[in-house]
């Protein structure tokens, strides 16, 4: 009985489902069709799919006692999830966990805190084996630390790699101005968050209680690690990574708007042993196809200096389209060309504004020899609109990767946990070019996929993201964080006339300052303000004035850059 089920396991397995008449809404290469596998298992990160089909998720936060995984299973061989399963005694801490992966037998779990395995036993979907805790991050911070993922990858001798991503953006001083960093701030030289963050380190994958100085330093100059994987193809440990944000918030004299949309690259890395890929020293700049020093350390956008010293990436990607995953297809029912390359899944940027929204989709690099072809797209229809003013307005963002048992491709997103099957059936043989170069006629001109052209592509908007950025800089040291100001010199902006009113008092205000009484919400002030029409572009004033009219209960319209111009033309001297 045993073996007639194994092999009616095996044949179900070799019979693919059918796939969703509009194949899911996702946008695929010729031969290649998909069915929702989940419509809405909550927001998941990383999935993994194990010998039998089943799929674990990770959700991104497990704070109920309910777990933070997710266990599913088809149960009539139609490719849809009939069974789900909430499991995991543990509890998270943060926001960013994301890790859940299957080797050697066990379900590694990923927390931001920790890294759990479980032995998985034939049949069960949730594990019956006690929780083992591998590693534990220590640090007193994690939980408010920024890219504290845990993505873990195993080579085949045993070891078991973990990033421990930077608390800081840039590697400004993170005690004095918080993660984000201020306005022409110098990072600090050298970085001490390179001691014990910003790299990769090697443990021991069996062993349990261990720490950070239980394991090996194994790179470094990485600030943020979401996906990581060991690749098949030439033996050795790849990872993808996310750059710095903020350049033309941040040094708005050094960087436009644009190079600010699409600098740094997003990189692809071949990691071995001892490589420094320059964080936050230097930045890879696709456009330029080198690494450059970074403004924090004396750079303006051409300056390379010390930055030839590190590594190079294998593939750089365009600024913030922020990769989650990495996936080397193994498996024999796609065409041979995807054995020869890596899919990466992109969450989507938050920070390109004025300019669109970029990312959103699963794209394919070819790699021959350790050398990557040009990326193209593999999965696009997620975001569900044709240009992203905001990252709210995407429908879907792409995050986890797995292969199914069946060579089947597993793509998962974060907004609602939902799950495609992407499966070839077409004629292999037929698979080439003339479904490439569809596919990047269907692509090449969505506004979420293409490099923005330079002010053509302006939206002009004001950014809620660099608003907040500023304000904290120029604005909360008198009107406080929370907005209510002093009591004293300094007014409220929360339920002002002045803030909800009419656009060019704002606007004035900010620009040539304010000087002598003013009454807000019935009460005179007589404090200074300065004037920051030489301090701030018209970007900068339309983010912080649409900030402050959308924070704290307020309830304005936003303010866009153009208004702001012509304001300043008006009011300034």
């Not at 456009?287 to 390379?304: A, E, F, H, M, R």
């Not at 996929?449 to 909360?476: F, M, R």
Request: proline residues 6%; hydrophobic residues 35%; negative net charge.
């Amino acid at each position: 009985m045993a073996m007639l089920f194994s092999i009616s396991c095996e044949n179900k397995q070799s019979e693919l489902p059918a796939s969703d008449p509009d194949n899911g809404g996702l946008i695929l290469p010729g031969g290649f069709e998909a069915l929702v596998v989940i419509d809405s298992a909550g927001p998941t990160r990383h999935i993994a799919v194990n010998d039998n089909g089943d799929i674990y998720a990770k959700l991104r936060f497990s704070r109920d006692m309910q777990g933070g995984t997710i266990g599913l299973r088809d149960l009539n061989g139609d490719g849809k999830a009939d069974s789900l399963v909430r499991f995991g005694d543990y509890e998270d801490v943060g926001g960013s966990a994301v890790g859940v992966t299957i080797h050697d037998g066990y379900l590694y779990t990923s927390t931001v805190r920790q890294v759990l395995r479980n032995k998985l036993s034939p049949g069960e979907l949730v594990p019956s084996s006690r929780t083992e805790v591998i590693l534990t991050d220590t640090h007193p911070n994690v939980a408010r630390n920024w890219h504290t993922t845990k993505p873990a990858a195993f080579d085949g001798n045993g070891n078991m790699y973990i990033p421990f991503g930077s608390p800081s953006d840039a590697g400004q001083d993170i005690e004095m101005y918080g993660p984000t960093g201020i306005p022409g701030g110098k990072g600090l030289d050298p970085s001490p968050e390179r001691e014990m963050n910003a790299g990769i380190w090697k443990f021991d994958a069996n062993k349990e209680g261990q720490v950070q100085s239980d394991g090996t330093k194994f790179a470094t100059g990485l600030r943020s690690i979401v996906g990581m994987t060991w690749s098949p193809l030439d033996d050795h440990l790849y990872a993808v990574v996310n750059g710095i944000d903020n350049f033309h918030t941040l040094y708005p004299a050094l960087y436009s708007s644009w190079q600010a949309a699409v600098l740094p690259s997003e990189t692809l890395v071949k990691v071995t042993e001892g490589t420094d890929f320059g964080w936050p020293y230097a930045y890879y700049d696709q456009l330029q196809g080198k690494n450059v020093l970074s403004p924090g350390y004396g750079g303006d956008g051409t300056i390379v200096g010390r930055a030839a010293e590190f590594d190079n990436p294998v593939m750089g990607f365009p600024g913030h389209w922020a990769p989650m995953e990495l996936l080397f297809y193994q498996g024999s029912q796609f065409p041979e060309r995807y054995r020869q390359g890596v899919f990466v899944a992109f969450h989507g940027s938050t920070d390109r504004s004025p300019y669109p929204q970029a990312g959103y989709i699963v794209c394919f690099v070819p790699l021959v020899d350790g050398k990557a072809g040009d990326w193209e797209v593999f999965a696009d229809g997620f975001a569900g609109v044709d240009t992203v003013e905001n990252t709210g307005d995407a429908l879907y963002r792409p995050m986890g990767l797995a292969e199914g048992p069946d060579g089947s491709l597993y793509l998962s997103e974060s907004n609602k946990g939902k799950i495609w099957r992407v499966m070839y059936k077409g004629d292999k043989k037929e698979f080439g070019e003339k479904q490439l170069e569809e596919m990047k006629r269907l692509t090449a001109h969505k506004t979420y996929i293409k490099t923005p052209v330079a002010g053509v592509d302006n939206l002009d908007k004001g950014s809620l993201l660099e608003g907040g950025i500023l304000y904290n800089t120029y604005c909360a040291t008198c009107h406080q964080r929370n907005g209510e100001g002093d009591n004293n010199r300094f007014p409220p902006l929360a339920g002002s006339e002045r803030v909800l009113g009419e656009a060019e008092p704002l606007v004035a205000a900010i620009l040539n300052g304010i000087q002598g009484e003013i009454t807000v919400r019935g009460k005179t002030y007589n404090g200074y303000m300065p004037p920051h029409a030489n301090i701030l572009d018209d970007h900068a004033v339309a983010s912080i004035s649409s900030y402050i009219r959308n924070r704290w209960g307020n309830k304005a319209g936003s303010i866009s850059p153009s208004e702001v111009s012509s304001i300043r033309v008006k009011v300034v001297k």
